[in-house]
Nanobody, 128 residues
């Protein structure tokens, strides 16, 4: 059974940085593309970033491009999201997602029909 456990959230000041982690277990991590999503207060869940199974290709939402970096360590079965220059509008619960099929493009995480495994989320609050 696939398990995804996020960590690294917290309360930070505007302009600060945080790194989120997602520890995966239950299958061969390196065969599956991964993504990050978030859901702010009163908002629908939205795509943040995704990375292919190999780590070679990535994609980002326009709202985080240039500030967030997604990466993975296949040897540690861990996905990361480095978040810099955080803004109050980045406040949300951040979720890790794993593709259900092997070797697909990161672009599947941008599709409304995405069917993925999900973590329980980690809260990120950006406030002065």
């Amino acid at each position: 059974q696939v398990q995804l456990v996020e960590s690294g959230g917290g309360l930070v000041l505007p302009g600060a940085s945080l790194r989120l982690s997602c520890a995966a277990s239950g299958r061969t991590f390196s065969s599956y593309s991964m993504g990050w999503f978030r859901q702010g207060p009163g908002k629908e869940r939205e795509f943040v970033a995704a990375i292919t199974w190999s780590g070679r290709d990535t994609g980002y939402a326009d709202s985080v491009k240039g500030r967030f970096t997604i990466s993975r360590d296949n040897a540690k079965n861990t996905l990361y999201l480095q978040m810099n220059s955080l803004k109050p509008e980045d406040t949300a619960v951040y979720y890790c997602a794993a593709d259900r099929e092997r070797y697909r493009s990161y672009r599947v995480f941008m599709e409304p029909t995405l069917d993925a495994y999900w973590g329980q989320g980690t809260q990120v609050t950006v406030s002065s």
